[in-house]
Each structure stands twice: as structure tokens, then as C-alpha cells.
């Protein structure tokens, strides 16, 4: 027998939904940015993003699913399997932030991460938002954003140049800016060698992707008040 446990009267939620074995399995989201998040794989405890355990055969009407039934066509860890198997049911507004938040990370990690060969530094965002229309990249915010950004880059090489490579820097910076230059490169950058001279400076060798190389000459502009020395190896 089905159980109702919302009123009659209708209302509208967003679900993950899962048909399987002719039958309707819902669960109601709260928070759908970690929704899609454990989608695509990040580790979560569902109930961070889930209105309740509840699992329906029709969430707006109120009809939850039997333990039996869930046991027995999904088996152990029913939930989980709605969220990673079913479909997300956004709605309009949704799937449109959505969209657009993907666009601008895919468009900031191209920028940031690329440079076009023939200057050296990086596309300007419109060019490479234009590249992408031109390409027609079609934006899926429920896909793994490594794939879909490996997709994207594909398609709009075809309309412009792109280069990935890393730059090799070596960066002699003066003794009196050593400790405060040293630990602002240490936040941003996880491997670099280094080598600390007896006269107190220190000597830094790390690889940076094109793109943020103009950011990284500022840094060290900023903080050695323009005495560091940088050198492309």
C-alpha cells in the first residue's frame, strides 16, 4: 500500500529521480550545487544536501516508496544509487546558474592555464567565450568537469591557438625580501625547489602554465619591490 505523507495539496521540489524495475524512486534535494557535486564524484554524505532519507514513488504527491519495494529493486544503499543512477530535475532557473557558473569555470581555466602562442599570453575572455560559440560547445553542468573541459578545449583548438605548456622560472630573490617573498610563494605553489644562499637570499626554480605567468611576475614584482631576478629556463 502506498503511504502518503505530505498533505494533498501539490507542491514542487527538486528531485533526483530513478525508474527501475517499472517502478519510481525520488528523493528530495536541498542543496543542489552539492547535488551534483556527488554526482560527478566529490565524497559526501548525502544527508548534507538532501531534504530528508525519505524515498518516494512521487515526492509532489506525497507517495513514499515500502521499505520492501526499495529493498528489493535497489538493494543496499538505495539512496546513493538514486543520486549517482537517476536524474536531477531542475528547474529552469536552476539549470540556467547552473550552465552559466560551468561556462565561466571552463572559460577562467582555459584563461588561466593557456596562452596563445603567437603573443605569449593568455586569450582575452571573449575570444575564447566567442571560440566556444563558434565551436558550439554545448555546456552540461552534470558532467565531470575534467571530461567536459578536455571536450571543450578540443573543439575550440580548431578556431584558435592554444598552448598548455609549463614554463620553467628561476627566481633569485634578495636576502632583506627572502622570509616575506618566500612564504607568498609557498601559499600558491605546492613543488618548487629552493636553495638559501649564504648571503640570506634564496634562490627558487618552479614551473608555472603560461597563463599565469604575468601573475606570477607581479607577485615577485610586489613583493621584492622589483629587485628579484627572473629567469625562463
Known amino acids: 500500500m502506498q503511504q502518503r505523507?505530505?498533505?494533498?495539496?501539490?507542491?514542487?521540489?527538486?528531485l533526483a529521480r530513478l525508474k527501475k524495475g517499472g517502478e519510481n524512486f525520488e528523493v528530495v534535494i536541498s542543496d543542489?550545487?552539492?547535488?551534483?557535486?556527488?554526482?560527478?564524484?566529490?565524497?559526501l554524505n548525502p544527508t548534507e544536501f538532501l531534504q530528508s532519507t525519505t524515498i518516494f514513488q512521487d515526492a509532489n504527491r506525497g507517495l513514499k516508496v515500502s521499505e520492501?519495494?526499495?529493498?528489493?529493486?535497489?538493494?543496499?544503499?538505495?539512496i546513493k544509487k538514486i543520486l549517482?543512477?537517476?536524474?536531477?530535475?531542475?528547474?529552469?532557473?536552476?539549470?540556467?546558474?547552473?550552465?552559466?557558473?560551468?561556462?565561466?569555470?571552463i572559460i577562467e581555466h582555459i584563461q588561466r592555464n593557456s596562452v596563445d602562442p603567437k603573443t605569449g599570453s593568455p586569450h582575452p575572455r571573449t575570444r575564447?567565450?566567442?571560440?566556444?560559440?563558434?565551436?558550439k560547445v554545448s555546456i552540461d553542468y552534470q558532467e565531470k568537469f575534467d571530461t567536459q573541459i578536455e571536450k571543450v578545449i578540443?573543439?575550440?583548438?580548431?578556431?584558435?591557438p592554444l598552448s598548455f605548456?609549463?614554463?620553467?622560472?628561476?627566481?633569485?630573490?634578495?636576502?632583506?625580501?627572502?622570509?616575506?617573498?618566500?612564504?607568498?610563494l609557498k601559499s600558491r605553489f605546492k613543488n618548487f625547489k629552493e636553495e638559501w644562499l649564504n648571503d640570506g637570499s634564496v634562490v627558487v626554480e618552479l614551473e608555472v602554465v603560461g597563463g599565469a605567468k604575468a601573475d606570477l611576475y607581479s607577485l615577485i614584482s610586489k613583493v621584492t619591490n622589483g629587485e628579484a631576478e627572473i629567469t625562463e629556463q
Open 84 to 105: 549517482q543512477d537517476g536524474e536531477l530535475h531542475l528547474t529552469a532557473d536552476q539549470r540556467k546558474r547552473l550552465s552559466e557558473e560551468r561556462k565561466n569555470r
Open 68 to 78: 520492501e519495494k526499495v529493498k528489493n529493486v535497489l538493494g543496499e544503499s538505495a
Open 32 to 43: 543542489v550545487d552539492k547535488a551534483i557535486e556527488f554526482k560527478q564524484g566529490k565524497e
Open 165 to 184: 605548456e609549463k614554463i620553467k622560472l628561476k627566481i633569485t630573490i634578495p636576502a632583506q625580501y627572502a622570509g616575506s617573498a618566500y612564504s607568498s
Open 154 to 160: 578540443n573543439a575550440i583548438r580548431v578556431v584558435i
Open 5 to 14: 505523507t505530505y498533505d494533498k495539496e501539490r507542491v514542487s521540489f527538486t
Open 128 to 135: 575564447v567565450e566567442l571560440a566556444m560559440t563558434e565551436a
